[in-house]
């Protein structure tokens, strides 16, 4: 069945530092990949999907494009803010319906 | 207005009772879910309903009981509750079409602590 991997945090930065959280994927087909994002006490929020090959996802700064020849889908930021401090998830649905299988989650921390 | 909207946020609560966690949306969605979030963030999904039709019933115990009476509404009931319960319980919905799943919107969590 369809799987995601993700990498295991935490991850420490500095305001401004470049951000990159991997995920890779396994799945049938070529099914729509998310990230979603979890502030500190809320539930997750979308930040960006793909629903094709070689699509970009963006939002506020972050960017993952679907590669299908790696089966990945990594998530990257330019110049992380303090805000931007969260837990990261990649996610993709079943191979049957629509419910959402998701990675372990990142969790990121941003000091100023 | 809030898109999804659960209560109660924080449930405490003894071994062996029975509680419930209502969950309700104003989006119009047809499908709602209930994931589990545990202690180490790792989300599962339990349980999805399409038009008030239980679609997905993942391996979880028959102690849990979900109920949509309408499709903007989804409840949990659990009963005999036991510690391993303890989680944060996420209400979602999605509005999904033939070109594949639609952005989830999920709920601000209920927290259960099982003591």
């Known amino acids: 069945g369809n799987s995601v991997t993700q990498m295991e945090g935490p991850v420490t930065l500095s305001e401004e530092a470049f951000l990159t959280i991997n995920c890779t994927y396994t799945?049938?087909?070529?099914?729509?990949l998310f990230w979603y994002v979890q502030y500190p006490g809320e539930g997750l929020q979308l930040l960006l999907k793909?629903?094709?090959?070689?699509d970009k996802g963006s939002n506020k700064g972050f960017e993952a494009t679907y590669r299908k020849e790696t089966t990945s889908f990594h998530l990257e930021k330019g110049s992380v803010q303090v805000s931007d401090s969260a837990v990261y998830f990649c996610?993709?649905?079943?191979?049957?319906?629509?419910?959402?299988?998701f990675g372990k989650g990142t969790t990121l921390s941003v000091s100023s | 207005d809030t898109a999804v909207s659960q209560t109660p946020k924080y449930l405490v609560t003894q071994m062996g009772n029975d509680k419930s966690i209502k969950c309700e949306q104003n989006?119009?969605?047809?499908?709602m879910y209930w994931y589990k979030q545990d202690s180490k963030k790792f989300l599962k999904i339990m349980f999805s309903?399409?038009?008030?039709?239980?679609?997905i019933n993942e391996t979880v115990p028959n102690r849990f009981s979900p109920k949509s009476p309408d499709k903007a509404h989804l409840n949990l009931h659990i009963n005999s509750l036991e510690l391993g319960d303890s989680a944060v319980y996420f209400c979602?919905?999605?509005?999904?079409?033939?070109?594949?799943?639609?952005?989830?919107?999920f709920g601000p969590g209920t927290r259960l602590t099982v003591t």
């Open positions: 793909a629903t094709k090959a070689d």
């Open positions: 979602a919905s999605s509005q999904d079409a033939a070109g594949g799943p639609a952005e989830q919107y």
């Open positions: 996610a993709l649905p079943r191979e049957a319906g629509t419910a959402l299988i």
């Open positions: 989006l119009g969605h047809d499908t």
């Open positions: 799945a049938t087909g070529y099914p729509s």
């Open positions: 309903y399409n038009n008030k039709e239980l679609i």
